[in-house]
């Protein structure tokens, strides 16, 4: 249930300060927490904003393991929406602030899901990793689309579909939702058609994410320190100052990457 899950939450809510855990209070006290399933709505969790107040609404498709994972990741997007002044408006920046919260609730993991907590870090660990690897993948497919177009060829189906196949295994991703080839998964990945280039943001603030819980298992507190130096900016523009400003690592830097990659792997060698 919706109270169970906030519960369980709540201690890494609270570590952020009074006024996150106030702000997910005022969400469960006027109802703007959403745990059901509602007919035609997206079977997918999301936040949104609300003119009334100032606030946020978040909806979360129940009945999966990972919902207490979801929840916190939304909340990282409704804090954002209704704490800012002014909130930040940078897709890049914005999925840190739901990601890095689920990297500090890894980091927490043992005191709050008890004996799954272990469980639930080696899923969260996969996960984001999955993120980086598909996010690179459709990022690299979607430039090549613009660039060839811009070059004068027309595209076709075929054309998309059979680039994106020898894409895919390059990546080493070869998943066949529906028995139809590989090459045909990206028709189901909406922000390439509603937010163009959107998906790169994934592959950044996933590898932010997991930058941060590294911090977190050597520093607790100056990881929450941190991920409050990022999600409390107000008016900060671009996803190179927001990371410089708050002490993370810039992610479009292949180096980085490499550094935060390898730390993970460390971390996972010691203790999984």
């Known amino acids: ?28 006290r006027n109802g703007t927490i959403f745990l059901e399933s ?16 100032h606030g946020s609404l978040m909806y979360v498709v129940p009945g999966s393991w990972g919902v207490p994972m979801t929840v916190t990741h939304e909340f990282g997007h409704s804090a954002n929406a209704g704490l800012n002044i002014f909130p930040s408006t940078c897709y890049d920046v914005k999925e840190i602030h739901s990601q890095g919260l689920e990297a500090l609730t890894m980091a927490n993991a043992d005191g709050i899901f008890g004996d799954d907590g272990r469980a639930l870090i080696a899923a969260q660990l996969s996960t984001m990793s999955g993120v980086v690897v598909t996010g690179a993948l459709y990022s690299e497919f979607e430039l090549w689309a613009y660039e060839t177009e811009a070059e004068g060829t027309e595209l076709t189906i075929e054309m998309l579909t059979s680039t994106y196949s020898e894409m895919a295994k390059e990546h080493g991703v070869t998943r066949d939702k529906y028995g139809l080839g590989a090459g045909y998964t990206w028709q189901n990945v909406h922000h390439l058609f509603d937010i163009p280039m959107y998906y790169v ?17 050597e520093d607790y507190d100056g990881a929450v320190r941190t991920y409050l130096a990022l999600t409390e900016q107000n008016d900060v523009h671009g996803y190179v100052q927001a990371v410089e400003m708050a002490g993370l690592s810039n992610m479009l830097d292949a180096e980085n990457i490499r550094t935060v990659s390898e730390a993970v792997q460390k971390w996972v060698a010691k203790n999984l």
């Open 1 to 28: 249930g919706c109270d169970d899950i906030v519960e369980a939450i709540s201690p890494v809510i609270e570590d952020l300060g009074p006024e996150y855990e106030a702000y997910l209070d005022w969400m469960v």
């Open 38 to 53: 509602v007919e035609g709505q997206l079977n997918m969790g999301y936040s949104t904003e609300l003119a009334v107040n």
């Open 201 to 217: 943001s994934y592959v950044t603030s996933a590898m932010n994410a997991l930058e941060l819980f590294v911090m977190a298992s």
